[in-house]
Every structure is written in structure tokens, then in C-alpha cells.
């Protein structure tokens, strides 16, 4: 039978949207660990601020920035949070 086709036998592959057992997982879940990052502009509107100028606060060393793989900036919420309220904040780097 060398002009037939033959069915191969169907192989499981993840998908990235469902776990091992096939169940759904949610993929913008964060872990408990953790922390939640702010957008440029969002730094921007808490502080009535352009958010150019919060660049400018991260470059000047005001503000610790962390980069996405994209090479955009994210700011730490509890270290913006605090720089808000007037408690100063000791740099983890």
C-alpha cells in the first residue's frame, strides 16, 4: 500500500492557555510574590505629572525603574506609593 494514507496517532500537545489536565488557566494571573509594576502614565496621573517627567524622576535616580523585555519602563507600586506620601524609600539596588 505504498499510495495510501495512513493515520498517525493523534498526540496531546499543551496549549498555552490550558494546564497539564487540559484545564484553563488564566495567563495574566499573577503569583503572590509578585509585585505590581506601574506604567509610566499611571506614576504620571498620581503625581499630575507629564509622564515624561517621570521618566526623567527614574534616569535622575528619584525612582527605581524596571524594564520589560520590550524595553519599556515599569515602576514598582509600593516604592511610587511611598515617594507619594513623602516617606523616603531605600533603594534595593
Known amino acids: 500500500m505504498a499510495g495510501s494514507l495512513r493515520s498517525r496517532p493523534?498526540?496531546?500537545?499543551?496549549d498555552?492557555?490550558?494546564g497539564p489536565?487540559?484545564?484553563a488557566v488564566n495567563m495574566?494571573?499573577?503569583t503572590?510574590?509578585?509585585?505590581?509594576?506601574?506604567?509610566?502614565?499611571?506614576v504620571a496621573t498620581m503625581f499630575r505629572v507629564d509622564p515624561k517627567t517621570v521618566t526623567r524622576w527614574a534616569k535622575a535616580g528619584k525612582l527605581t525603574s524596571i524594564r520589560t523585555l520590550g524595553g519599556h519602563r515599569r515602576y514598582r507600586e509600593?516604592?511610587?506609593r511611598a515617594l507619594l506620601a513623602g516617606i523616603p524609600q531605600q533603594r534595593s539596588e
Open 28 to 30: 495574566s494571573a499573577r
Open 10 to 14: 493523534q498526540q496531546h500537545t499543551q
Open 16 to 18: 498555552r492557555n490550558t
Open 32 to 42: 503572590p510574590e509578585a509585585e505590581p509594576l506601574l506604567t509610566p502614565a499611571e
Open 21 to 23: 489536565g487540559g484545564e
Open 78 to 80: 509600593t516604592e511610587v
